[in-house]
Every structure is written in structure tokens, then in C-alpha cells.
């Protein structure tokens, strides 16, 4: 990013800000930056991407995470959006094996319904780190390859992957990749619709810099809805964030978005969806 011929104060703007490429590469040059996403998991890895992290208090707080996690039975780690919504039990069912789904429900019951003021305060970045062992391209957490790419297919009706194995790792992937804690202005990063932006104040922003969706070639919210329902969304809130994307087409507007004929698409395998 060229800062030539930009104030020292210049605020910079990506309305459809995705992982946070551009409010994170702004801050850590000491630029505002402010992102805007629809998408719940877009504005999560943004906000993770573009704010100081203290690798320290994060390693310890996935300590106490997993400690609570595994001290968690698993008939008192409850999930009332999942355990209340047939929908979104049953896409979990189908999409994740026994053993993930129960190291999932009880690090989420731990990250969402009750974390401890430790957990808490690293909660975004630890949420980033097990998002990553979900959204991916080949199976991980689930039983699906190519949910990274929105096009999630199930080719596994088993799966040994050990998440609570997995996250250390994952968490120094996601800490390295952030890097210097020090970022002098930590983006902002609105649920905005890039559409209306009624939270950015006209002539607010001096340099708007996008890679805008692929219209409906790329539903994000496909792959990205696997590891929202395990943070707290249902099936009808991904609806509804997907209904909201550029290129979403008016069936999926009136319907929410992925509907029925996503599911039944995502049931099919590689070579009959096409
Ligand atoms: C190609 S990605 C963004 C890449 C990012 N701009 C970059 O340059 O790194 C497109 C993003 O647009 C977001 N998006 C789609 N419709 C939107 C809307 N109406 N308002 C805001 N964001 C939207 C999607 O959720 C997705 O994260």
C-alpha cells in the first residue's frame, strides 16, 4: 500500500473488507482504517487482523479455554441457539462427526455462552483460531473439503481430527500472521451494508480501496455458516447475512439466501452438482 500523496491522518476505507486485508495492512502503517463486511466471520478475522494481540495472554488464555472445555460434561455444555433450532442441529449432524461436535460444543459453550474474564478478553482471536480448523480446504474439523472455498461437499462419513490437538497450532498460525502487537490505530470494523454505510460520516474517508464480491460466483456464506452456528448464528441468521451480499439473487433475498436447494445441492457429490 503507497502512502505517497496521502495525509499522515488519511483514513482508509474498504467497504466489503473480507478477511481484512486492507484495514489491517492501513494499521499496521500507522493509517485509520475503518472495514465494513456483512458478514459476521469476515468482520471477526478483520477485527482479529487489524487490533494488538498479546501472543502471551492469548496462549495462556487457550490454556484456561481448554482446561474449562474438558472439565465441561458434555450433557452441561449447552449451545441454546444449536440445541433450540432443528435446522441448525440438524446441518451440524449432518456436516461434523460425533467426536469434533462434542470438542466443539464444549469449547463454545466455554468461548460463548460463559467465558471467563481471562478467555474473555482473547475471545475474538481464540474464535479465529478454531474458525480456521472449520472453514479449510480439505477436511479438518468437519467432514467437508472445499469450505474454504464456499463450496463445501461432504467426503467423509468419518473423522478422526482432533481439534483440541489442532488449536495450539492454529493459534500460532493466526499470531504470526497478525504479528507486532503494536498497531498504533486499530481499524474499525462495522457490520455496515457497503450499499448504505449510514455509519460512515460523509467525507469521513479519503481513500476507499475494495476487491468487491464475486456477484454470485462465491457464496461466502455457505462455508462460513459451519463455524458461525457454532458461535452463537442460526440457520436463519446466515440466511439473512446472505441475503444481504452483493450478487445474491432474488430468490435467495426472498428466501434469506442458501435454502433448500443449497442443501440439496450440498448433498449431491462434486460431479452431479455440476
Ligand atoms: C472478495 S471479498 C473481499 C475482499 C477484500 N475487499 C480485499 O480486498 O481483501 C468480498 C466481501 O464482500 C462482502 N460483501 C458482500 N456483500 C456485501 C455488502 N452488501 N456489504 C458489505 N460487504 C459485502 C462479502 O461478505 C465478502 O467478505
Excluded at 467497504?15 to 466471520?41: E, N, Y
Excluded at 477485527?47 to 474449562?68: E, F, I, Q, T, Y
Excluded at 474439523?141 to 467426503?155: E, G, I
Excluded at 468487491?212 to 452456528?229: D, F, Q, V
Aim: a positive charge; glycine letters at 8%.
Amino acid at each position: 500500500m503507497c502512502q505517497e500523496g496521502l495525509r499522515a491522518d488519511a483514513v482508509v476505507l474498504d467497504p466489503m473488507c473480507g478477511s481484512g486485508m486492507v484495514p489491517g495492512m492501513a494499521a499496521r502503517r500507522g493509517m485509520r482504517s475503518i472495514g465494513c463486511d456483512i458478514d459476521t466471520l469476515a468482520r471477526l478475522i478483520s477485527g482479529v487482523n487489524s487490533k494488538p494481540v498479546d501472543p502471551d495472554a492469548a496462549r495462556a488464555a487457550l490454556g484456561d479455554l481448554m482446561k474449562a472445555a474438558a472439565a465441561t460434561p458434555p450433557d452441561r455444555a449447552d449451545l441454546p441457539w444449536i440445541d433450540g433450532c432443528g435446522e441448525t442441529r440438524k446441518r451440524l449432524e449432518f456436516w461434523f462427526a460425533p467426536m469434533q461436535r462434542d470438542q466443539l460444543r464444549r469449547l463454545f459453550h466455554q468461548l460463548v455462552t460463559k467465558p471467563l474474564l481471562a478467555i474473555d478478553a482473547c475471545s475474538d482471536v481464540l474464535k479465529v483460531a478454531v474458525s480456521r480448523l472449520i472453514v479449510t480446504k480439505t477436511p479438518k474439523a468437519s467432514l467437508a473439503a472445499d469450505t474454504a472455498r464456499s463450496r463445501p461437499h461432504r467426503v467423509l462419513t468419518e473423522n478422526t481430527f482432533d481439534v483440541k490437538q489442532a488449536l495450539p497450532g492454529s493459534l500460532d498460525h493466526v499470531l504470526r500472521v497478525i504479528g507486532s502487537p503494536d498497531i498504533p490505530h486499530p481499524a474499525e470494523i462495522l457490520a455496515e451494508d457497503a450499499r448504505d454505510m449510514a455509519g460512515v460520516p460523509d467525507g469521513a474517508v479519503d481513500l476507499i480501496i475494495t476487491s468487491p464480491p464475486y456477484l454470485n460466483a462465491i457464496n461466502y456464506m455457505r462455508g462460513h455458516r459451519l463455524s458461525l452456528h457454532w458461535m452463537g448464528y442460526t440457520a436463519s441468521d446466515c440466511r439473512k447475512m446472505a441475503g444481504r451480499c452483493v450478487g445474491a439473487t432474488a430468490k435467495a433475498c426472498s428466501t434469506g439466501g442458501a435454502g433448500p436447494l443449497d442443501e440439496t445441492l450440498d448433498r449431491l457429490p462434486l460431479g452431479d452438482r455440476r
